[in-house]
């Protein structure tokens, strides 16, 4: 490495964090106003606006189409030169008027208007915000990408960690008239973050600047460093130079994330219900095991961030497929609430390995295409959802206990998708399942 290249690499090296402390922030918003909603939404539905177990379900399918239209869109543009900020400051404002319409309406059809509309909208926000991020630590050092994004997924983590419980607490001081104008006040804050420092959240790399090369990722330009092999595993071929994955592995890679979110979803949806119907606790006793949950992601966001650098992602998705599908059976047996705390470290595990990586993974899928790469990891959450909402209404039926036996089934469904992949590649002799590349800089 030249000395002017050194020299700039060790500079980037001490400030490549600063650059995402506002970008933190805004991913700890974002994250409060999905605490505050996604475990809560069902028993509003429920108990304001007294939707039949139909219309419900019709809310919770229909919510994650629109935010999945709306996105696949957003993707598109926002990979225009300048159009990320725009993107974020509409997001921002929808959700903005959004929730500060589910404060004061309570009329089912006028708010399933406002969830297709301006909810969907905002949705935006969260892949532009992982988007951007990883823009940023491209331009300060590439290096770090990894553990860039995995540090805003750690922010989002510690936003559930207090969200949760702090909605539980908003909800029984001041209904959830105050939980939606608190959200709706996070999004004002949000879009004032960004406005005030757009100049150095969006500042272009300059031309002359140079680019480190990272550990086998591409460089900011969508170029890849000369690489020397080692023995050690990679996340994907594309990492590597190697060949753009196929479409059908892309459809296969995202069928797997579906299942696998789908736990998720169905799980949250239904432990506030499962706890105060089944196991006889209160919505404050759900509140708290969310955040438990959120609290143990911290530290391990970190962990399987560093464990990123020696193991593949397959690997640790795989293993994360495994603890979800660990937690599903230990909860769907769980006859008290303590049952279910204890289980948390299991589900924390798999929403830090499917969750965090999986960011990592898609970006790395399709490295030139940030927006796009993130929204269709996103969207896979949203299909997620959908797939959630329609079962939701089975679980409402016959038994909450019955969301953690169906989602049992899904992980087993998502893991094995993945195991076949990473078996697939490896019958190929895809780099992808072989060896880690180290990148080399050419003095």
């Known amino acids: 490495m030249t000395a002017p290249a050194l020299t700039q690499a060790e500079a980037s090296a001490g400030v490549w964090w600063r650059s995402l402390i506002p970008l933190g922030l805004v991913?700890?918003?974002?994250?409060?106003?999905?605490?505050?909603?996604?475990?809560?939404?069902?028993?509003?539905?429920?108990?304001?606006?007294?939707?039949?177990?139909?219309?419900?379900?019709?809310?919770?399918?229909?919510?994650?189409?629109?935010?999945?239209?709306?996105?696949?869109?957003?993707?598109?543009?926002?990979?225009?030169?300048?159009?990320?900020?725009?993107?974020?400051f509409v997001a921002a404002t929808s959700g903005a008027v959004g929730f500060g319409l589910y404060a004061v309406v309570r009329q089912y059809w006028i708010l399933l208007a406002v969830s297709l509309t301006l909810l969907a909208a905002a949705t935006a926000i969260v892949p532009q915000i992982y988007a951007l991020g990883r823009e940023v630590v491209l331009r300060e050092e590439p290096s770090r990408v990894t553990l860039g994004t995995n540090t805003l997924r750690m922010m989002m983590s510690l936003a559930w960690a207090a969200g949760a419980p702090l909605g539980a607490l908003i909800l029984s001081a001041i209904d959830f008239d105050g939980l939606f104008l608190a959200t709706a006040l996070m999004?004002?804050?949000?879009?004032?973050?960004?406005?005030?420092?757009?100049?150095?959240?969006?500042?272009?790399?300059?031309?002359?600047?140079?680019?480190?090369?990272?550990?086998?990722?591409?460089?900011?330009?969508?170029?890849?460093?000369?690489?020397?092999?080692?023995?050690?595993?990679?996340?994907?071929?594309?990492?590597?130079?190697?060949?753009?994955?196929?479409?059908?592995?892309?459809?296969?890679?995202?069928?797997?994330?579906?299942?696998?979110?789908?736990?998720?979803?169905?799980?949250?949806?239904?432990?506030?219900?499962?706890?105060?119907?089944?196991?006889?606790?209160?919505?404050?006793?759900?509140?708290?095991?969310?955040?438990?949950?959120?609290?143990?992601?911290?530290?391990?966001?970190?962990?399987?961030?560093?464990?990123?650098?020696?193991?593949?992602?397959?690997?640790?998705?795989?293993?994360?497929?495994?603890?979800?599908?660990?937690?599903?059976?230990?909860?769907?047996?769980?006859?008290?609430?303590?049952?279910?705390?204890?289980?948390?470290?299991?589900?924390?595990?798999?929403?830090?390995?499917?969750?965090?990586?999986g960011i990592t993974y898609f970006q790395e899928l399709m490295p030139s295409a940030l927006g796009r790469a993130t929204t269709l990891f996103t969207n896979t959450g949203r299909l997620a959802g959908m797939l959630s909402g329609l079962a939701f209404g089975l679980v409402q039926v016959h038994g909450y206990r019955l969301a953690y036996v169906g989602s049992l089934g899904l992980a087993l469904t998502g893991t094995a998708v993945l195991a076949a992949i990473a078996y697939r590649r490896r019958r190929r002799g895809s780099p992808a399942g072989a060896g880690r590349t180290v990148a080399t800089v050419p003095s």
């Open 187 to 357: 999004y004002l804050v949000i879009l004032g973050i960004v406005a005030l420092l757009r100049d150095t959240l969006f500042r272009p790399r300059q031309p002359d600047q140079p680019v480190p090369p990272a550990d086998g990722l591409p460089t900011a330009a969508g170029e890849v460093a000369p690489l020397a092999v080692d023995s050690t595993p990679v996340p994907t071929p594309e990492a590597t130079g190697g060949p753009a994955p196929s479409r059908s592995m892309i459809v296969a890679v995202s069928v797997a994330f579906v299942t696998l979110q789908a736990v998720t979803v169905l799980t949250v949806t239904a432990m506030p219900l499962f706890i105060s119907v089944d196991l006889r606790g209160t919505l404050a006793n759900a509140g708290a095991i969310l955040g438990l949950c959120a609290a143990i992601e911290i530290p391990l966001m970190l962990a399987f961030g560093v464990m990123a650098a020696r193991w593949s992602l397959y690997r640790l998705l795989l293993v994360g497929g495994a603890c979800g599908a660990a937690y599903c059976l230990a909860v769907s047996l769980a006859t008290s609430v303590w049952q279910v705390a204890a289980a948390q470290v299991l589900h924390a595990s798999f929403v830090c390995c499917i969750g965090g990586l």
């Open 27 to 88: 991913t700890v918003l974002v994250g409060l106003t999905g605490a505050f909603l996604m475990p809560f939404l069902p028993v509003f539905l429920s108990q304001q606006v007294n939707a039949s177990p139909l219309q419900a379900s019709v809310f919770l399918f229909l919510s994650p189409v629109a935010a999945i239209v709306v996105s696949n869109v957003v993707g598109w543009i926002s990979d225009r030169p300048g159009a990320r900020q725009r993107v974020i």
